[in-house]
């Protein structure tokens, strides 16, 4: 009896490390406002917010095994929902580590105004009209139909932004950007990461350090474009006085114009060359030293194209 006895607690011992690490499942839902303040903090795993028919905040799926509970209250229009780690979780090391981290499905109003912070969480957000501010450091973001003031920002992470409108701010460091079918005024920004984007913005900024960018804008009306060691391709149709600035030091730059724009050009390269397409004008060098420079007018030349480089190529070409 004795031996069966210590069989079966040291069964029992080993059994309970699986039971104190398996997922729990919750499925909560409560009252808000239509135009909630929501706060949702997932550090790993996939989080999927779309908008509800109603005012209520719901939540269901399962939590991140390494999760110690789960935080949600509302008061005064403010809703939190936070997955609680113990404090050693720090020690775990997050990079790079989804693990069997939390599945859930999240609801808000519509009407929110929606903050989602996460560490190596992916994040699937639809429909939200209030404003949206979507960060993580590893995870990926899909980020569709958002309106009002929208930020996305990964460190690692790639983007894929679709049709979402308003003041757009789009951010990661070595992560991809795909930006499909927005409007609105949109900023891009990266370090080493790709931006492929098609918009209609009219006001539309691009920046980048060693990554490449290629835009098909519409309708776009002011473009500021920055660089290091990137390149940066940029098709603009449907603008016919536009007002645009770029600069890089060893990246190039190359504009795809309407053939009848308005427009005066400035055009200087200390170091790398300049291919106009656009007139018959042809740049001039100093006297002493590399510098080139392009100056020369199309239509009423009430646009402007102001573009500088150091080492770079720059090159327009008429759609």
Request: hydrophobic share 35%; proline share 2%; aromatic share 4%.
């Amino acid at each position: 009896m004795t031996a069966i006895l210590t069989k079966n607690a040291l069964l029992l011992c080993l059994l309970l490390p699986f039971a104190a690490n398996a997922q729990e499942t919750i499925d909560e839902s409560l009252s808000v406002s239509a135009n909630e303040r929501v706060y949702i903090e997932v550090m790993r795993g996939t989080v999927r917010i779309r908008a509800s028919d109603d005012n209520l905040f719901r939540v269901r799926g399962t939590l991140d095994e390494r999760a110690e509970g789960y935080t949600l209250e509302s008061n005064n229009g403010f809703t939190r929902f936070e997955v609680e780690y113990p404090r050693s979780s720090r020690g775990w090391g997050w990079n790079n580590d989804k693990g069997d981290g939390s599945e859930l499905e999240i609801e808000i109003p519509a009407g929110s105004e929606l903050e989602f912070e996460s560490v190596n969480g992916d994040v699937d957000v639809m429909d939200i009209s209030g404003s949206s501010s979507i960060k993580t450091v590893n995870g990926d973001i899909v980020a569709s139909s958002l309106s009002s003031f929208v930020e996305l920002g990964s460190v690692n992470g790639d983007i894929e932004s679709n049709d979402n409108s308003g003041r757009l701010e789009i951010s990661t460091v070595n992560g991809e950007v795909r930006d499909n079918n927005s409007s609105g005024r949109i900023e891009y920004d990266t370090v080493n990461g790709e931006i492929r984007a098609s918009s209609s913005a009219t006001e539309v900024s691009v920046s980048t350090v060693n990554g490449e960018a290629e835009l098909a804008l519409t309708g776009t009306e002011v473009l500021a474009m920055g660089t290091v060691n990137g390149d940066i391709d940029v098709r603009l149709a449907n603008s016919l006085s536009p007002r645009i600035e770029g600069s890089t030091v060893s990246g190039d730059i190359r504009l795809e114009l309407e053939r009848d724009i308005n427009a005066s050009f400035d055009i200087s390269a200390h170091g790398g060359d300049i291919e106009n397409d656009m007139s018959d004008a042809r740049p001039t060098r100093d006297r002493y030293g590399p510098r080139k420079q392009l100056n020369f007018s199309t239509g009423n030349g009430s646009g402007s194209v102001e573009i500088t480089t150091v080492n770079g190529d720059i090159e327009l070409v008429p759609l």
